[in-house]
């Protein structure tokens, strides 16, 4: 696969889970990208073969590259100085 062809799936994968129909949570499964590949190229790539293919455009499956929507970094920097300032002693 060229590097052209490689940012079409990269690109894809960038948009996220629920761009393409899976709106339970937001990570790319193993399972899920081959399902998308075949959606995009019409072709069909095994568990492993799809494995190869992330990693040769440096992803890695079921890992997400996005914090969550709904984190709130602010609550997270209180949390962090006031509650684990205390637990910690």
Not at 41 to 59: A, E, M, N, P
Not at 63 to 81: C, F, G, L, N, S
Request: hydrophobic share 40%.
């Amino acid at each position: 696969m060229s590097l052209l062809q490689q940012a079409r799936p990269a690109t894809a994968l960038d948009a996220g889970p629920a761009a393409y129909g899976w709106s339970e949570d937001q990570r790319w499964t193993l399972a899920r990208v081959p399902r998308l590949i075949g959606r995009l190229f019409h072709v069909s790539y095994t568990l492993r073969g799809t494995s190869y293919l992330l990693h040769r455009i440096d992803w890695s499956p079921q890992v997400p590259a996005h914090r969550a929507v709904e984190r709130d970094e602010d609550a997270i920097i209180a949390w962090r100085t006031e509650t684990w300032a205390k637990v910690r002693g």
